[in-house]
């Protein structure tokens, strides 16, 4: 089945600070690839995917390229902001009639002012 | 449009209390499915369903669990007797027809503990 290893957190980073995590899975085939963030005391929602190699998936200045050559899927930004603190999900798809994502453990970040 | 809608938000019951977690999805959304949050565990599927027949529950923990979905605007789980370890924020999700995407929409989650 699919796997998804993310880097571990906490990650702490300063405002205006880039950000970067690192993804990378195993999965059958050519999966779609997603992010999902999960906001303190709520639900996991959908931030940004990307369904093919290079693509690139872009939403509130996150960043993330398919990259199938080193199977992985960084999420990046810029320059984060407090608001940008909460638990990130790397998630491989394979589909197929499975219905069912493979998340990673998730990765905590604390932006502080 | 309303999200998924979960109830109760949050539960505190003692050990060997039964638990009904409730879930309303998405309007007109055919898949539902039911995770469980952990800080060792992280995220596990428990199970889901597709035009409201269990598909799998094979990550189901023991026979103390049980789902149901009656019909498609309404899912429990149940939890019976309830253990200690069976603390956690339990999710639910839905997707739409076609939805074999990846895309979840998730619900804000009831906070279990079992004391």
């Known amino acids: 089945g699919d796997s998804v290893t993310q880097m571990e957190g906490p990650v702490t980073l300063s405002e205006e600070a880039f950000l970067t995590i690192n993804c990378t899975y195993t999965?059958?085939?050519?999966?779609?690839l997603f992010w999902y963030v999960q906001y303190p005391g709520e639900g996991l929602q959908l931030l940004l995917k990307a369904t093919k190699a290079d693509d690139k998936g872009s939403n509130k200045g996150f960043e993330a390229t398919y990259r199938k050559e080193t199977t992985s899927f960084h999420l990046e930004k810029g320059s984060v902001q407090v608001s940008d603190s909460a638990v990130y999900f790397c998630a491989p798809y394979s589909g197929a009639g499975s219905y069912q994502l493979t998340f990673g453990k998730g990765t905590k970040l604390s932006v502080i002012p | 449009d309303a999200g998924v809608i979960q109830s109760p938000r949050h539960e505190v019951t003692e050990m060997g209390q039964e638990v009904t977690l409730r879930c309303k999805p998405i309007s007109g959304h055919n898949s539902l499915f039911w995770y469980r949050q952990t800080m060792m565990r992280g995220l596990e599927l428990l199970i889901y369903f597709n035009n409201n027949v269990p598909i799998d529950d094979s990550g189901m923990p023991e026979d103390r669990f049980s789902a149901k979905m009656p019909n498609a605007s309404f899912s429990t789980l149940k939890i019976q007797p309830s253990e200690p370890r069976d603390s956690a924020v339990y999710f639910c999700?839905?997707?739409?027809?076609?939805?074999?995407?990846?895309?979840?929409?998730f619900g804000e989650g009831s906070r279990l503990t079992v004391l």
């Open positions: 999965a059958t085939g050519y999966p779609s």
């Open positions: 999700a839905s997707t739409p027809p076609g939805g074999d995407t990846g895309e979840l929409f």
